[in-house]
C-alpha cells in the first residue's frame, strides 16, 4: 500500500504546480497590458546654440612685428692721445651739437712735447741755413780749382740731409700741434650724449671709451620678419631699395605703453641673409625723432597695412574647430538642421577668421555650443550679440601665399 499512496502524492502535487503556472500565465498578460497603457515620456527639446552670419566685407590685412629702436648714428667717443682725464665739459644725458667741447684730457705733456719739436725745428733749419751757405761758398771755388769737387759734393749731400731734417722737424711740429689739440675731445656727430664712462682724475688710453653719442632724429628700428613674410614683400623691398617703389607703405609704431607714436615710419632695408637659427630676416625702418623722445634701446611694435582683401569672408574664431590639421564649423542650414562642414582658412583678423573657401555669405554658423552638435542634429539657434572687430588687430603671416 505504501508504493500505492506514494504514487497519488506525488502526482497530487504535479497537479498542483500545473495549476500554479496556468494561473500565473493568465494574470501576467492583463498585468503587461496596464503597463504598456501606460503615457511615453516627451522628446527632449532641440539644444540651444548661439549662431552668427558670414560677414563679407573689404579687410586690410595688418602685419606686426616687435623690434627695438637704435640711433641712425651711434659715435663711441674715445680719446686719440694718452693722458690723465681733466675735466667734463657737457651735459650727461643732453643734445650735443657737432665740434661740441666734451672732454679735456691734461695737455702739459703735450705742450712740452710741441716746444721740443719746435726747437728741433730750428736746429734743423739753422743746420740747413749753414749747409746751404757752404754749397754757395763751394761751388765758384770749385770752378777755380780752389777746392776739390769732392769737397763741394760733400757741402751739397749735407744740404739735402739738412733739407731731410728740416722736414721732419716740421712734421714733428704738426704732430706734436695735432696731440696738443686732441686733447680737448669735441662731439663728432649732433645728437644724445650718454652717462660718461670715464671719470675725472682716470688714466686714459685711445682705447678707452669715454661715452656715447647717438643720433636719433631720425631713428632706426630693427625688427625680424619671417622667411615667408619677407617673401610675401619681396617685390615690394627691391623696388622700395632700387627707388622705384613710388610712395612707401606708411609704418605705425605701438610703443610699450600701448601708445602709438605720432609720426609715420617708412621701410629702409633688408639685411643680407635669413638666420639660420630662427629663420628670419631683420628689417630696418626709419621714424622722425624731431622731439627726440624715442631713445635708442626702446621696445617698438611696427604695423603695417599690407594690402586690402575684397569681400573676404568673416566669421569669428570660436566658430572653427581644428581636427588634425583640417578647420570645420558647423553650418545652420534649412530647419535649423546642423551640417558639419570643412574650410579652408586665411589670415587672423581682430576676433575673426578670414575664410577663403567653404562658406557663402550670410550663412548661419555656430559660435557657442558647437562642441554639442552633430551633423544631421536640429537646433534652436539664437543670434549672437558679440560684435566683430576685423581690423583692429593685425594679421600674422599670411596664409596660403
Known amino acids: 500500500m505504501w508504493p500505492v499512496r506514494s504514487r497519488l502524492g506525488r502526482k497530487k502535487r504535479i497537479e498542483g504546480v500545473f495549476q500554479t503556472l496556468a494561473l500565473f500565465a493568465l494574470v501576467t498578460p492583463f498585468t503587461g497590458c496596464e503597463g504598456s497603457a501606460a503615457p511615453k515620456a516627451a522628446a527632449p527639446p532641440p539644444p540651444e546654440v548661439v549662431v552668427a552670419d558670414v560677414i563679407q566685407q573689404d579687410v586690410p590685412i595688418y602685419f606686426e612685428w616687435i623690434g627695438t629702436t637704435e640711433g641712425f648714428v651711434n659715435a663711441q667717443i674715445r680719446p686719440r692721445v694718452q693722458g690723465i682725464l681733466q675735466s667734463r665739459d657737457y651735459k650727461e644725458g643732453s643734445l650735443i651739437k657737432t665740434g661740441q667741447l666734451m672732454f679735456v ?181 626709419v621714424f622722425p625723432n624731431p622731439e627726440n623722445l624715442l631713445r635708442p634701446g626702446q621696445y617698438a611694435k611696427i604695423r603695417v597695412a599690407a594690402e586690402t582683401r575684397k569681400g573676404a569672408l568673416l566669421v569669428p574664431q570660436q566658430a572653427v574647430q581644428q581636427l588634425q590639421g583640417s578647420h570645420q564649423v558647423a553650418v545652420v542650414g534649412e530647419g535649423n538642421k546642423v551640417d558639419i562642414r570643412s574650410v579652408k582658412v586665411g589670415e587672423q583678423v581682430g576676433n575673426m577668421w578670414i575664410i577663403r573657401e567653404g562658406l557663402k555669405p550670410g550663412e548661419r554658423i555656430v559660435v557657442s555650443g558647437v562642441q554639442k552638435v552633430k551633423a544631421g542634429m536640429v537646433v534652436n539657434p539664437k543670434p549672437s550679440v558679440v560684435e566683430p572687430t576685423p581690423a583692429k588687430t593685425v594679421a600674422g603671416a599670411p596664409s596660403g601665399t
Do not use: C
Open 105 to 285: 684730457i691734461d695737455p702739459s705733456e703735450y705742450h712740452t712735447a710741441l716746444n721740443q719739436a719746435m726747437g728741433d725745428l730750428r736746429r734743423a733749419e739753422a743746420n740747413l741755413g749753414k749747409t746751404q751757405l757752404d754749397v754757395a761758398r763751394y761751388t765758384p771755388l770749385a770752378k777755380e780749382g780752389a777746392i776739390s769737387q769732392q769737397e763741394l759734393d760733400n757741402a751739397v749731400q749735407a744740404h739735402q740731409a739738412n733739407k731731410a731734417s728740416v722736414e721732419a722737424a716740421r712734421a714733428a711740429v704738426e704732430r706734436a700741434k695735432l696731440n696738443l689739440t686732441w686733447t680737448k675731445v669735441t662731439a663728432p656727430i649732433n645728437g644724445i650724449a650718454g652717462i660718461s664712462v670715464a671719470q675725472i682724475g682716470d688714466l686714459v688710453t685711445p682705447n678707452t671709451v669715454l661715452t656715447t653719442i647717438s643720433q636719433v632724429d631720425p631713428i632706426k628700428v630693427y625688427y625680424p620678419i619671417s622667411e615667408q613674410e619677407y617673401l610675401h614683400f619681396a617685390r615690394r623691398i627691391r623696388e622700395i631699395e632700387a627707388g622705384r617703389g613710388g610712395t612707401p607703405t606708411p609704418l605705425e609704431l605701438t610703443l610699450a605703453d600701448g601708445s602709438i607714436y605720432p609720426q609715420r615710419g617708412t621701410f629702409s632695408l633688408a639685411d643680407r641673409q635669413v638666420d639660420l637659427r630662427t629663420g628670419t630676416i631683420t628689417v630696418q625702418s
